[in-house]
């Protein structure tokens, strides 16, 4: 069996600032029906064409009155009014109010003309067609004027904004169908290895599931992005370089797991210098050590170990920042924050960077790691911290630097003092 050694080892800090000064944002542009926009990100800026709302109309159910008709009402002496109609939200503006007179009205119609103010129907007496008020009615009492929720000309969306639930309820507000949204970028998943089969097929003896896929499919999707993802190749050099040629074309962004080390049958660090430039070879981290990078016409190709907890792992601190990017958000999505190690200890890897996923919990981190190879080391990991080579070992009751993963990958901040990590 041969084996090649590894190059030089670049810091994990190196390794990712190359793949982000080699990204670039999805530049397509698409317009999506308000209805099926939440969490994209807007393209263009939308600005109201109209007032919202676009005529005066009441705010409580009540009577709409002349608000100086009402100055000289009192409980001693209250006012009588004659109730000349009815309006509902469907309604078309009715008669211009008359002195002392009162039309009937529910929430959100229209006002008449002539009306300044309602009255809740809780505040009057009815008596017949006729009602009767004991307090004065102040000018623009429960009622909306045109422009007072959106005027018109107002920015509803920024460029560049994540479409979220109340931006998109005034996209509507405004009358408008649709948004110009970025386009989700598209991010191919090829997984190489003779002792990989897909989900449900029929496992041969030293066959394992492939489950990388489904994992990172997560990720991708968590980001913005659209994931593409091809069934297991087997350790074929030429089948592996036409796919990943083709990955090249037709995506944004190609990640490649299993075959990245120095093996025998590790065939991308030969392929990938022929498709593109070879950015890196070799990071001095662990779990994670065999990633390599090339820039191929514009776009990456990025090959993860093939072991999950490692491939995961380098998804989270290494690719997540690239998917992101790629997809127009901001900030490599994480926080970061201190947090006090609650069970255990944590070694560091003399000469090698060493990534920890952890579990929160109670205001405390702990690590879920128990082997590269185990797919459960990440489970309940909302969160991971990255050790320098040679720190002393984290031991419970500590604290230590944590980067706290964004919904939905993570559960958010909580509490504490929090800032956007750099690149």
Wanted: charge should be positive.
């Amino acid at each position: 069996m041969e084996m090649r050694p590894f190059g030089r080892l670049i810091r994990p800090l190196t390794a990712r600032r190359r793949l982000l000064d080699s990204t670039r944002p999805v530049g397509r542009v698409e317009l999506c029906r308000i209805e099926e926009a939440f969490d994209r990100v807007a393209a263009r800026s939308v600005r109201a064409l109209r007032p919202v709302p676009a005529f005066a109309r009441a705010t409580w159910d009540g009577y709409a009155v002349r608000s100086r008709d009402t100055a000289d009402a009192r409980p001693d002496r209250p006012k009588g009014f004659q109730v000349v109609g009815e309006l509902y939200a469907e309604s078309a503006p009715a008669a211009r109010l008359g002195r002392a007179e009162a039309v009937a009205i529910a929430t959100g119609a229209p006002l008449p003309p002539g009306a300044d103010g309602v009255v809740i129907f809780e505040e009057v007496e009815r008596l017949g067609d006729r009602v009767r008020l004991t307090h004065p009615v102040v000018p623009g009492d429960r009622i909306a004027r045109p422009g007072d929720d959106i005027p018109r000309g107002a920015q509803l969306v920024a460029a560049g904004d994540l479409l979220t639930p109340v931006a998109l309820g005034a996209v509507a507000a405004a009358g408008l169908p649709s948004v110009a949204v970025f386009a989700r970028p598209i991010i191919e998943v090829i997984p190489n290895g003779n002792e990989l089969v897909a989900p449900g097929g029929q496992l041969r003896p030293g066959a394992i599931y492939e489950s990388n896929n489904a994992a990172i499919a997560a990720i991708v999707t968590a980001a913005g992005g659209t994931p593409r993802l091809s069934p297991p190749l087997p350790d074929d050099p030429e089948r592996i370089e036409r796919a990943l040629r083709s990955a090249v074309r037709r995506s944004d962004l190609v990640l490649a797991t299993g075959g990245s080390s120095v093996g025998e049958r590790d065939h991308l660090p030969r392929i990938l210098p022929r498709i593109g430039t070879l950015l890196f070879h070799g990071v001095a981290v662990r779990p994670g050590k065999p990633t390599l990078a090339a820039r191929a016409g514009g776009r990456l190709i990025v090959g993860l170990p093939g072991h999950p907890t490692s491939c995961l792992a380098n998804m989270l601190w290494l690719v997540l920042p690239v998917l992101r990017r790629l997809a127009h958000r901001p900030g490599p999505g994480w926080s970061e924050e201190w947090a006090t190690l609650g069970a255990d200890a944590i070694a560091p890897t003399p000469g090698f960077s060493t990534v920890v996923p952890l579990a929160l919990r109670g205001g405390r981190a702990f690590s879920t790691f128990h082997g590269s190879s185990a797919i459960t080391s990440l489970r309940g990991a909302t969160a991971f911290a990255i050790l320098p080579p040679g720190r002393r070992t984290v031991r419970a009751g500590q604290r230590l630097r944590i980067c706290r993963l964004d919904p939905p990958l993570g559960a958010g901040p909580a509490g504490g003092t929090v800032k956007s990590a750099g690149r």
